[in-house]
């Protein structure tokens, strides 16, 4: 067997399981075990784990999945280090193995980094360097660890609430209906995301999920929205439910295709019937006992008798009614004729999430970093670190410098910017990885399984470039706090009148440079 | 008029990574750059390549406070 034919093998092999792959997905799961494709979770807060924990006001804060994310990237790094301290016999071993080596290979790298950008001052050795280090390790474990199988997609399994989007409650012979269903999270349980579901919408797909319905698909005219009907003269309520039924199989006659045999058997909690008519779907229908139940308080049309008295007659199906009020026809469609395979979608909400795809973390180590920024150059530079801020020495030597008023106001934009880096440092973090987790479960929803994997190939590359350029941004910016500009301008200022404006620029364009000559 | 309202959210969230522009262009123009200058002096690889990935960070993170902005549109608002 020649190369040519051994590849031409391989190929048709790799283009069978693609679509082998393609077809379980989208044909199979459907058609032969009645289950739809779970929909991502999409949502920017975390889910609680508690409800009412340890109050209903806070349940958001403390036990959410954003703690789980955290967790578990702290345990990753404990056994990352245990293992380490294992593998290298506590540190002593003079020729390293792999694991050791790759320890070592992270932590030489962030030292020889700092080293480079921020000296190797008591200071930073003792402090920023353990820092900038456990940022750049945890965050590493966070962004890899959403990449765990079963991170982000093993949880609690729960119903889409369906929601019609249409002109609600437009009736059929006043024109076309443009919406199409979509579907929207309206939960609100413990571990349930979205926003709240009705115990109708539970229901039904509740019973969708123990019944696995298929094969039947609605053709709603009324695309499952409410209707509603303004009496006129003669109406009763037979006649109202008679001429929405004709309607809707009005509509359906012209659609669809007619055959006689019959569908699949529906069992439910709700109704056991077999289906004949129109192929793969189910009647509409309104009954006149509907109605009724659902217009309790409909006026009936008053009846002038003989003698001049009026009354008003009970309200039963015939009753003529009262010209002009509006009468429900349906809220929403139940039961199951909403139940079909196409307007059911699951979610999943999971135990865990990654720990950047919530804003709250990113925030927070944002903030953190500010303050460490502050706190070293503060305790570097003293008060004259505040100079770069509000300058009092370029405004005080207005009189002999007068174009230093600019200094004094780059110094205001200075605060602008300082507090820039919080939003930057943490909207960075946070839109890379959770735009990471949109693509992925984009891309599952859209091949289901083998392509995406070239996605998690891109998410690696992303996560850990994420986590380098949180950690050595923070080092950049302290090393650049650690520097200061004023005294340069001071030494120099009385000398080199021309020289100075270059000088000043340099040390902007390179902050690191004072410190690490 | 809910329909109305998720197709302008998905033009809005579209019009939002016209953010993205820039970036790009700057970035082509930082790696251009960057490039020439190893091409040079490559023996100044090794720094030019730490600068200019810290610059693309800097102009990425323009793209992606255009793509927060996109996501906060379609699935916050």
């Given at each position: 067997?020649?190369?040519?034919?051994?590849?031409?093998?391989?190929?048709?092999?790799?283009?069978?399981?693609?679509?082998?792959?393609?077809?379980?997905?989208?044909?199979?799961?459907?058609?032969?075990?009645?289950?739809?494709?779970?929909?991502?979770?999409?949502?920017?807060?975390?889910?609680?784990?508690?409800?009412?924990?340890?109050?209903?006001?806070?349940?958001?804060?403390?036990?959410?999945?954003?703690?789980?994310?955290?967790?578990?990237?702290?345990?990753?790094?404990?056994?990352?280090?245990?293992?380490?301290?294992?593998?290298?016999?506590?540190?002593?071993?003079?020729?390293?193995?792999?694991?050791?080596?790759?320890?070592?290979?992270?932590?030489?790298?962030?030292?020889?980094?700092?080293?480079?950008?921020?000296?190797?001052?008591?200071?930073?050795?003792?402090?920023?360097?353990?820092?900038?280090?456990?940022?750049?390790?945890?965050?590493?474990?966070?962004?890899?660890?959403?990449?765990?199988?079963?991170?982000?997609?093993?949880?609690?399994?729960?119903?889409?609430a369906y929601k019609p989007v249409a002109f609600s409650g437009l009736?059929?012979?006043?024109g076309n209906i443009l919406g199409r269903p979509v579907f929207t999270?309206r939960?609100?349980?413990?571990?349930?995301?979205?926003?709240?579901?009705?115990?109708?919408?539970?229901?039904?797909?509740?019973?969708?999920?123990?019944?696995?319905?298929?094969?039947?698909?609605?053709?709603d005219?009324f695309y499952d929205a409410a209707?509603?009907?303004?009496?006129?003269?003669?109406?009763?309520?037979?006649?109202?439910?008679?001429?929405?039924?004709?309607?809707?199989?009005?509509?359906?006659?012209?659609?669809?295709?007619?055959?006689?045999?019959?569908?699949?058997?529906?069992?439910?909690?709700?109704?056991?019937?077999?289906?004949?008519?129109?192929?793969?779907?189910?009647?509409?229908?309104?009954?006149?006992?509907?109605?009724?139940?659902?217009?309790?308080?409909?006026?009936?049309?008053?009846?002038?008798?003989?003698?001049?008295?009026?009354?008003?007659?009970?309200?039963?199906?015939?009753?003529?009614?009262?010209?002009?009020?509006?009468?429900?026809?349906?809220?929403?469609?139940?039961?199951?004729?909403?139940?079909?395979?196409?307007n059911?979608?699951?979610?999943?909400?999971?135990?865990?999430?990654?720990?950047?795809?919530?804003?709250?973390?990113?925030?927070?180590?944002?903030?953190?970093?500010?303050?460490?920024?502050?706190?070293?150059?503060?305790?570097?530079?003293?008060?004259?670190?505040?100079?770069?801020?509000?300058?009092?020495?370029?405004?005080?030597?207005?009189?002999?410098?007068?174009?230093?008023?600019?200094?004094?106001?780059?110094?205001?934009?200075?605060?602008?910017?300082?507090?820039?880096?919080?939003?930057?440092?943490?909207?960075?973090?946070?839109?890379?990885?959770?735009?990471?987790?949109?693509?992925?479960?984009?891309?599952?929803?859209?091949?289901?399984?083998?392509?995406?994997?070239?996605?998690?190939?891109?998410?690696?590359?992303?996560?850990?470039?994420?986590?380098?350029?949180?950690?050595?941004?923070?080092?950049?910016?302290?090393?650049?706090?650690?520097?200061?500009?004023?005294?340069?301008?001071?030494?120099?200022?009385?000398?080199?009148?021309?020289?100075?404006?270059?000088?000043?620029?340099?040390?902007?364009?390179?902050?690191?440079?004072?410190?690490?000559? | 008029m809910e329909e109305l309202g998720t197709g302008l959210k998905a033009i809005g969230a579209g019009?939002?990574?016209?953010?993205?522009?820039?970036?790009?262009?700057?970035?082509?123009?930082?790696?251009?750059?960057?490039?020439?200058?190893?091409?040079?002096?490559?023996?100044?690889?090794?720094?030019?390549?730490?600068?200019?990935?810290?610059?693309?960070?800097?102009?990425?993170?323009?793209?992606?406070?255009?793509?927060?902005?996109?996501?906060?549109i379609l699935?916050?608002l």
């Amino acid at each position: 067997m020649s190369a040519n034919q051994r590849g031409c093998r391989s190929l048709i092999i790799t283009i069978a399981v693609i679509v082998g792959i393609a077809l379980f997905q989208i044909w199979f799961l459907p058609k032969v075990l009645g289950t739809g494709v779970t929909l991502p979770v999409i949502t920017v807060p975390p889910e609680k784990y508690l409800e009412n924990w340890p109050s209903p006001e806070l349940d958001d804060f403390f036990v959410n999945t954003l703690l789980g994310g955290a967790l578990m990237a702290d345990i990753m790094v404990l056994i990352f280090a245990f293992s380490a301290g294992r593998w290298s016999n506590g540190w002593t071993k003079k020729i390293p193995g792999r694991g050791q080596a790759a320890a070592e290979l992270v932590v030489d790298g962030l030292w020889g980094l700092t080293k480079q950008q921020a000296g190797h001052s008591p200071k930073v050795k003792t402090i920023l360097f353990p820092i900038v280090a456990s940022l750049f390790v945890f965050l590493l474990a966070a962004n890899w660890g959403k990449l765990i199988p079963g991170v982000e997609s093993v949880g609690i399994l729960h119903c889409a609430a369906y929601k019609p989007v249409a002109f609600s409650g437009l009736p059929i012979h006043e024109g076309n209906i443009l919406g199409r269903p979509v579907f929207t999270l309206r939960v609100s349980n413990a571990l349930d995301v979205g926003t709240t579901g009705t115990a109708d919408a539970y229901h039904r797909c509740e019973s969708f999920i123990s019944h696995h319905y298929e094969d039947v698909e609605l053709l709603d005219p009324f695309y499952d929205a409410a209707v509603t009907h303004t009496t006129v003269e003669g109406d009763t309520l037979d006649s109202i439910a008679a001429q929405y039924t004709t309607a809707a199989e009005e509509t359906m006659k012209d659609d669809l295709p007619q055959v006689t045999t019959p569908n699949s058997p529906i069992n439910s909690g709700y109704i056991t019937e077999t289906f004949e008519g129109y192929h793969g779907w189910a009647p509409v229908e309104f009954h006149a006992e509907d109605l009724l139940a659902l217009n309790a308080g409909a006026a009936a049309a008053p009846l002038t008798d003989a003698e001049g008295h009026t009354t008003t007659p009970a309200l039963t199906s015939e009753t003529v009614l009262k010209p002009g009020q509006t009468i429900t026809v349906r809220n929403e469609l139940l039961g199951y004729e909403a139940t079909t395979f196409r307007n059911q979608l699951f979610t999943v909400a999971p135990f865990v999430r990654g720990a950047a795809t919530d804003l709250n973390l990113t925030l927070g180590l944002a903030i953190f970093s500010f303050c460490l920024i502050q706190y070293f150059g503060l305790s570097t530079l003293g008060p004259n670190y505040l100079q770069k801020f509000v300058n009092i020495n370029a405004l005080g030597n207005a009189g002999t410098r007068p174009l230093g008023i600019v200094d004094f106001v780059a110094g205001i934009f200075e605060i602008v910017s300082e507090l820039g880096k919080i939003i930057s440092l943490s909207f960075r973090l946070f839109g890379a990885l959770f735009a990471g987790s949109i693509l992925f479960a984009v891309f599952l929803f859209l091949f289901g399984t083998f392509i995406p994997v070239a996605i998690l190939f891109l998410e690696i590359i992303v996560g850990g470039a994420q986590a380098a350029v949180f950690a050595i941004l923070t080092l950049i910016f302290t090393a650049q706090a650690m520097v200061s500009h004023a005294h340069d301008d001071h030494d120099h200022h009385d000398e080199v009148g021309d020289a100075h404006v270059d000088e000043h620029d340099g040390g902007h364009g390179q902050p690191a440079h004072g410190v690490s000559a | 008029m809910e329909e109305l309202g998720t197709g302008l959210k998905a033009i809005g969230a579209g019009l939002a990574m016209v953010g993205a522009f820039g970036p790009g262009v700057g970035i082509g123009l930082m790696v251009q750059g960057a490039m020439q200058g190893i091409g040079r002096n490559p023996d100044a690889a090794g720094a030019i390549q730490t600068n200019m990935i810290l610059g693309i960070v800097f102009a990425e993170a323009v793209a992606i406070y255009a793509l927060v902005v996109a996501l906060i549109i379609l699935f916050v608002l």
